[in-house]
């Protein structure tokens, strides 16, 4: 599998006009399943299961998760077992993402709202420890400390294949922005853009990722572009999206990578970026998404397609 992902640059009258230099790291190229940030965070997490001979890998994500999807298929390559903790109801079995992830090996066990949100919680981890005693726990989205390190490498390669000034990512677990910041070492700007409305949950738990006093200050959550909040967006938001993807040929969906590029696009007309900037976009992968958001009608079928992971 090849894992370095490329750098190319994405042409826009509106960069044009504002004198940026934008490109976007294909990470949503390393592998058509174990896309974008999911190779990145899943890396060292599989390593270490399979350096401590774990049987598999349990984790928890909502119905139609990127991270599930990804962790279904990596345990299933790597000859680990894997069990999802998914929020919802069992009927979600049958859906775009969990199909595949139970044909990948994965045992789905639903939970509902309340106890899902125990996801974090010690005692509860504890148990699902004991009852499993063989698998590695694995937080939501993959973002735990071993997930870093992979997604660090992001910024070793950028920093061989070109100069820039500012990063941006979103944000939905804090894992990935965590990565690059402590990579980073405080070279470049990183914007995250937070996909969600929990703003002071996100950094609390980037904080926590890098540890207690963190020399790092080069980074920022915007969290004013999350368009109503996880998974939300308008039908003039998916537009715009729609609308970028056919000017630029490249695919953002609109749950991650799409609110980053609207961001992009508002912070530009507000003036916030420097003339002759060099901005980097991390392209986030997450493409598998748009399959459950059409079975969903969520998206208009005309502007979009369902990618092919059989
Ligand atoms: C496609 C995609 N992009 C971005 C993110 C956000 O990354 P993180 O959860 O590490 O903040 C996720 C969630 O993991 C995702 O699935």
């Known amino acids: 599998m090849q894992t370095q992902s ?4 994405i042409f826009h009258p509106i960069f044009k006009k504002n ?34 001979n774990y049987a598999g890998i349990i984790s928890f994500g909502g119905s139609f998760s990127n991270h599930i999807h990804a962790l279904a298929f990596a345990c299933q390559q790597q000859g680990l077992k894997s069990i999802g903790i998914i929020r919802g109801e ?11 992830a139970h044909q990948w090996g994965m045992k789905l066990s639903f939970v509902d709202r309340k106890t899902y949100r125990l996801r974090d919680n ?10 499993y005693p063989d698998y590695l ?28 000034d500012t990063l941006l990512t979103p944000v939905g677990s804090g894992g990935t922005l965590a990565g690059l910041i402590q990579a980073d070492n405080n070279q470049h700007k ?5 996909v969600l409305k ?3 949950y996100l950094t609390a738990q980037v904080n926590d990722l890098l540890g207690n006093d963190s020399p790092f200050d080069n980074w920022q959550i915007l969290s004013e572009f999350h368009r109503g909040g996880y998974a ?17 040929g490249f695919i953002f969906e609109p749950v991650y990578s799409g609110k980053m590029i609207l961001a992009l696009l508002d912070l530009i007309e507000r003036g916030y970026f420097a003339k002759d900037e060099r901005i980097v976009l991390l392209h986030t992968g997450g493409l598998q998404g748009i399959g459950g958001m059409l079975q969903r009608k969520l998206l208009n079928s005309d502007d979009w397609s369902v990618p092919d992971f059989k």
């Open 6 to 9: 490329k750098l190319e640059r």
């Open 19 to 52: 004198g940026l230099i934008v490109s976007i790291k294909r990470d949503d190229n390393i592998h058509p399943i174990i896309s974008g940030n999911k190779w990145r965070k899943l890396k060292f997490n599989l390593h270490f299961a399979k350096a401590h």
């Open 90 to 100: 069992a009927e979600y079995a049958s859906n775009y993402t969990l199909t595949m």
């Open 122 to 131: 010690t005692d509860y981890l504890k148990d699902l420890q004991h009852k």
């Open 137 to 164: 726990l694995v937080p939501e989205g993959g973002s735990n400390k071993l997930a870093l390190a992979g997604v660090g490498e992001i910024i070793t390669e950028l920093n061989q294949q070109c100069e820039f």
């Open 190 to 194: 990183l914007l995250g853009i937070s």
């Open 198 to 200: 929990q703003e002071d």
């Open 232 to 248: 939300k967006f308008s039908k003039a938001d998916e537009q715009r999206i729609v609308n970028f993807n056919l000017q630029t």
